[in-house]
Structure formats: structure tokens, C-alpha cells
């Protein structure tokens, strides 16, 4: 079984968590003012990366939190989790296995 | 008070299951501060280090998520600690509901304590990995369990009530090999 580590939890079995979708999408710091493309950008418009990617995570069935992670999408191999609100922490090159 | 669905679900002891008696059960939620004031008022420390649970007399502290904790106490002291909860948090932001009904508890216990809920959850509970004290919210099968290890050969499960008989249907299934 494929163990993701949760910030907070520790290394837990895959299927305890939920995925979330692509990370660091800020929501329009001034949302009247966002014109109809920003909202569609913001709302429907995802990357679909080949390698290392960032998204979100929850550990629905233990602690409960989301957090973010950088998983290579062609190895499904996690390089780094860290909590939500922390920077993106640069891609390592020794990332994908 | 009829209606056979309004009854909490019937747990039979078994040599490896004992049903727990009713309890008061609150979920608490705040930062550092609200903390430390609920553990002076409900008389247990919170634990602030994840995945443990504390004991104090009969009451009981058990971390589920960086804000998130379980309390739980016999059931009649709700009130009490209800109030006492209430008056030394007041000024503090926090929240607590009151989970007394929504989930029912029992004891899987016994040399096959560990091999029983093995065969549902996907933690690795040896006494490594999963010591006395250890506690966190994870699955049985395809329900939600809350599981906290009491002792070396004893678990407390806390589930909601509902799934309660499919677990324990489950827990007895996989007693079947046991017996063979
Ligand atoms: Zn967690």
C-alpha cells in the first residue's frame, strides 16, 4: 500500500486520504472586480502536468486537515508533503524514483 | 421509544468484545490557548502531541487533529463538565459539541486483539508503531473508527452508532478464523 505523509500524522496508508486538486490556486483578492475569464481561469482552468506537481491533499480519515504535496504524476512516487499556507518548497532533483 | 431504530445498537460481550457504558463525549476545537484552559477546567492535560491520548481518573483526552481533540468522561458528569467547560472558555475563541449520542463504544480485548482489527485497518498496530496511549481517527473496512490503544492487548473503538454493527459483523467475521 502506498503510505503518503500527513504533516501532521506521519507516514498513513493512501487510502485515508482524499485528493484535492492542483495547489496554490489563490482565489481573486478582490472578487467583484474579477473580470469573466479570471473567474473561469480560477474556477475550471487546471494544469495537467507531466512530472513533478503540486496539489492538495486531505487526510479525511485520520487527522482531518488538508495539506499540500509535490507528487510526480508519471511515478505516483510523493517527494514532499507540508502544510497548507507554507511556500512550495523547491522542486528536488532527486524527486522522482 | 418503540422504534427499534432509536435504540443504541446491541453489542454482545464476547471473550475478544466488551461494550462500553454510555459516556459524555465532546469535541473540542482551538488554538494553544483554549487548550490549555479546557484542560484545567475538564482536569486532563490535551494532548498537544499528535495521535495520543491522556487519562486523568475517569476521564479521558485524545488528539484527532492539530485543533481537534476528544474528550471524553462518564456519563454523568455532562453537566458539570459542560458548565465547567463553559465558564473557562468564555472569553476564549473555541468550539464544543456535545458527541455524547453520536457514537457508541466498545473494547476489543485479548490475545487476538491486535489480528482482529488487523484484518479491517490499515495501520500497522504492532506495539512499535502503534504503542499504549497511541490513538487517531483512521478506517475498519469502509467505516470511520476512532481507535486508541488502553493497554497491551486492549483497544477502545469509538464509532458512530450507525456503523457500529457493521464493524463489530465485520470484527466477528474475521473471529471466525479464529476458531477454524
Ligand atoms: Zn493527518
Known sequence: MLLIECPYCGPRPELEFAYGGQAHIARPADPSKASDQEWLEFLYLRDNTRGLFAERWRHARGCGRFFNAIRDTTTDHFVVTYKAGEARPAPTAGGAR | ?180
Not at chain 2, 18 to 40: N, V, W
Not at chain 2, 108 to 120: N, R, T
Request: proline share 7%; net charge negative.
Open chain 2, 1 to 180: 421509544m418503540s422504534d427499534p431504530k432509536r435504540q443504541p445498537p446491541r453489542i454482545e460481550s464476547r471473550a475478544w468484545l466488551a461494550p462500553l457504558p454510555a459516556a459524555t463525549r465532546f469535541i473540542f476545537r482551538g488554538g494553544a490557548a483554549a487548550a490549555q484552559a479546557a484542560s484545567r477546567a475538564f482536569g486532563v492535560e490535551l494532548p498537544a502531541t499528535a495521535c495520543r491520548a491522556n487519562v486523568a481518573g475517569a476521564r479521558a483526552a485524545l488528539w484527532l487533529g492539530p485543533d481537534e481533540q476528544l474528550l471524553i468522561a462518564p456519563e454523568g458528569d455532562a453537566t458539570a463538565a459542560r458548565a465547567a467547560l463553559a465558564a473557562a472558555l468564555e472569553s476564549i475563541p473555541h468550539s464544543i459539541v456535545d458527541i455524547s449520542h453520536r457514537q457508541v463504544a466498545f473494547e476489543v480485548k485479548g490475545p487476538d486483539a491486535e489480528w482482529l482489527l488487523q484484518a479491517g485497518c490499515p495501520l500497522d498496530l504492532d506495539a512499535s508503531q502503534f504503542p499504549v496511549g497511541m490513538c487517531t481517527r483512521t478506517v475498519y473496512l469502509k467505516a470511520e473508527i476512532t481507535l486508541w490503544r488502553t493497554g497491551a492487548d486492549t483497544f477502545r473503538l469509538e464509532i458512530w452508532r450507525s456503523f457500529a454493527e457493521y464493524v463489530v459483523g465485520m470484527l466477528e467475521e474475521s473471529a471466525l478464523e479464529l476458531t477454524a
